[in-house]
C-alpha cells in the first residue's frame, strides 16, 4: 500500500481489476484523476500490467491482493485504504466469475462460488465503503451486473441469480443511503469483448451476435467510459438505476422477434 496521502486525491477502488472490464475501468477512472486501487485475486502479472497502463498515462494508482469472496480480506484491503488514503470515493464491484452449468447437473461448488464471487463480495466490500462514504457525505458505488439479470441464459442459474440479486441489493441501498450523499447504481453490459467471453465457442458468438440489435458486442473501454460517467458529479441525479449496455438487446428483443428458439 502506499504512503499515507495528504488526503486531497479522490480514491477510487476497482475490485477485479487485473484484466477485462475491471481494467478499462481502472484505466479510465485513473486518466479522470482518481488514485486507483486496482484489486486483484491471483493474477499479479496482469494487475502489474494495469498499473503501467495507468501509469503510462500519467495516473496513479496501487495494487492490492485480495480475494472479495472472503470477507476478512476485504476487511483487511479496505483498512489498509483507509489507512493510507483516509477516504474512499469510488467504489467499483467488478470482480465476478462465472460456472456455466445446467441446473440438473449443476454441482453445489458452482453454486456457491459464483454466489460468493458475483453478490457476497458486493456485500462486503460494499459494508466496509458505507461507512467512510456516509461520514464524509459523498461517495458513488457502482456494481457491475449483466444483461443476464434480465434475460435468461441457460446454463447460468447461479449466475443470473447473483445477478438479479445485485439489482435488488442495489436499488434499496441506493434508497437507505440517498439521503447521506451516497449514490449506487448498476452498469450492466451485455457481451463485452474479454477474457471472461473471449474462451466462447464460435458459434455461440455468431449467435450472441444475431440477437443483438446493433449487430455488436461492447468493448471494455466503452463500458469503462459509462461507469466513469456515472461515478462522476455530471451524474449527481442518477441513483438506483441499473444502466444496461446491450446493444439494445434486451430492450429490444421482443420488437426484433429476436428470440432464439429451443433455448
Ligand atoms: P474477466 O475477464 O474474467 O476478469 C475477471 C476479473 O475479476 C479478474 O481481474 C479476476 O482477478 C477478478 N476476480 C474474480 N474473482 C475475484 C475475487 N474473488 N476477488 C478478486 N478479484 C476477482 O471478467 P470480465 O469479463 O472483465 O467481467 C468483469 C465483470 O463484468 C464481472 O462482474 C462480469 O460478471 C461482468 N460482465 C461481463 C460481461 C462480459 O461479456 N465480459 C458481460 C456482463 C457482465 P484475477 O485475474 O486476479 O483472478
Not at 484523476?33 to 484489486?39: M, R, T, W
Not at 458475483?118 to 459494508?127: E, Q, S, T
Not at 461520514?135 to 434475460?151: F, Q, T
Amino acid at each position: 500500500m502506499a504512503e499515507p496521502d495528504r488526503g486531497d486525491t479522490p480514491v477510487a477502488l476497482v475490485t477485479g481489476a487485473s484484466r477485462g472490464l475491471g481494467r478499462a475501468i481502472a484505466v479510465e477512472l485513473a486518466g479522470r484523476g482518481q488514485h486507483v486501487i486496482v484489486n486483484y485475486k491471483t493474477n499479479r502479472r496482469e494487475a502489474e500490467e494495469t498499473l503501467s497502463q495507468i501509469k503510462e498515462r500519467g495516473g496513479a494508482a496501487t495494487l492490492f491482493q485480495a480475494d472479495v469472496s472472503r470477507p476478512d480480506q476485504v476487511q483487511a484491503m479496505f483498512q489498509a485504504v483507509f489507512k493510507a488514503h483516509r477516504r474512499l470515493d469510488i467504489l467499483v464491484n467488478n470482480a465476478g466469475i462465472t460456472r456455466d452449468e445446467y441446473f440438473l447437473t449443476m454441482r453445489q461448488q458452482s453454486w456457491d462460488e459464483v454466489i460468493a464471487s458475483d453478490l457476497g463480495a458486493v456485500l462486503y466490500c460494499c459494508k466496509m465503503a458505507v461507512g467512510l462514504m456516509a461520514g464524509a457525505r459523498r461517495g458513488v458505488i457502482v456494481n457491475i451486473g449483466s444483461s443476464s439479470a434480465l434475460s435468461a441464459r441457460p446454463g447460468q442459474v447461479n449466475y443470473g441469480t447473483a445477478k438479479s440479486a445485485l439489482l435488488g441489493f442495489s436499488r434499496t441501498l441506493a434508497r437507505e443511503l440517498a439521503g447521506k450523499g451516497v449514490r449506487v447504481l448498476v452498469v450492466a453490459p451485455g457481451f463485452t469483448a474479454t477474457p471472461m467471453t473471449e474462451a466462447l465457442p464460435r458459434e455461440v458468438i455468431r449467435e450472441t451476435l444475431a440477437r443483438i440489435p446493433l449487430g455488436r458486442w461492447s468493448l471494455p473501454r466503452e463500458i469503462a467510459r459509462a461507469v466513469a460517467f456515472f461515478a462522476s458529479d455530471a451524474a449527481r441525479c442518477y441513483s438506483g438505476q441499473t444502466i444496461v449496455i446491450d446493444g439494445g438487446r434486451t430492450a429490444l428483443e421482443q420488437e426484433y422477434g429476436l428470440q432464439v428458439q429451443g433455448e
